[in-house]
């Protein structure tokens, strides 16, 4: 499985490379946040909430099937999951729903967590037990702040995690906080990576690792 990230909080995913590799592409952003638009073929798109910085699925080419909403969906053989949760901690008065998507690709279990707001209950934990790789956001403002993020992390256990939805020198969205702050709460020492290229076998078994990925 390969995992790159595409910025904010935007990720590519892919079982093989080629073309008869599948791509599915989680929360693709618009033009106006100074980052390089995702414009490639695409096999599914996710979106966890209408909103313009997660939701431009126009920007794709092919003919992608869609998820946005809750549910459980089976597309070429990529097990989706989408649970459904709020973007605040005010049962959605804010900011509204958010759906945090379970993807299962070559027998990995990856959880995109969107704009999560809301400490999680136990419903949407049960749905989550077994996570290996958790793309987390960590900026604040409209999402998880560092300390929310490390105790969200707490709860749901992964092998690996990712931090997302921060800001990076090229984003234009001034009001959230940048990784370093996330880093020092988790007490981890991160790997920086292009990408991420690993398999089942591959996941850590006992420590749980923290990975930046570069874009």
Request: include cysteine; proline fraction near 5%; aromatic fraction near 8%.
């Given at each position: 499985?390969?995992?790159?990230?595409?910025?904010h909080s935007c990720f590519k995913m892919q079982d093989k490379i080629?073309?008869?590799?599948?791509?599915?592409?989680?929360?693709?952003?618009?033009?106006?946040?100074?980052?390089?638009?995702?414009?490639?073929?695409?096999?599914?798109?996710?979106?966890?909430?209408?909103?313009?910085?997660?939701?431009?699925?126009?920007?794709?080419?092919?003919?992608?099937?869609?998820?946005?909403?809750?549910?459980?969906?089976?597309?070429?053989?990529?097990?989706?999951?989408?649970?459904?949760?709020?973007?605040?901690?005010?049962?959605?008065?804010?900011?509204?729903?958010?759906?945090?998507?379970?993807?299962?690709?070559?027998?990995?279990?990856?959880?995109?967590?969107?704009?999560?707001?809301?400490?999680?209950?136990?419903?949407?934990?049960?749905?989550?037990?077994g996570t290996d790789i958790l793309l987390i956001p960590v900026g604040?403002?409209?999402?998880?702040?560092?300390?929310?993020?490390?105790?969200?992390?707490?709860?749901?256990?992964?092998?690996?995690?990712?931090?997302?939805?921060?800001?990076?020198?090229?984003?234009?969205?001034?009001?959230?906080?940048?990784?370093?702050?996330?880093?020092?709460?988790?007490?981890?020492?991160?790997?920086?990576?292009?990408?991420?290229?690993?398999?089942?076998?591959?996941?850590?078994?006992?420590?749980?690792?923290?990975?930046?990925?570069?874009?």
């Open positions: 499985m390969i995992l790159t990230w595409l910025g080629g073309p008869d590799g599948i791509t599915v592409v989680a929360d693709p952003f618009g033009k106006k946040y100074g980052l390089k638009v995702p414009s490639f073929e695409a096999d599914i798109v996710t979106v966890s909430h209408d909103h313009e910085d997660h939701n431009n699925i126009d920007a794709l080419r092919g003919n992608p099937f869609v998820i946005d909403c809750p549910g459980e969906y089976d597309v070429k053989n990529v097990l989706i999951e989408g649970v459904d949760s709020y973007h605040d901690e005010t049962n959605g008065s804010e900011r509204g729903h958010n759906t945090i998507y379970r993807f299962v690709i070559d027998d990995i279990s990856i959880v995109h967590l969107g704009d999560l707001g809301q400490v999680l209950d136990s419903a949407q934990l049960e749905k989550l037990a604040g403002k409209y999402t998880l702040d560092a300390k929310k993020a490390v105790e969200t992390i707490a709860q749901i256990e992964p092998r690996i995690v990712i931090p997302m939805h921060y800001k990076t020198d090229d984003l234009k969205m001034d009001d959230i906080d940048g990784v370093e702050k996330f880093v020092k709460e988790m007490g981890l020492t991160p790997t920086y990576e292009e990408k991420l290229k690993i398999s089942k076998k591959d996941l850590p078994s006992e420590d749980m690792e923290l990975v930046i990925l570069k874009y």
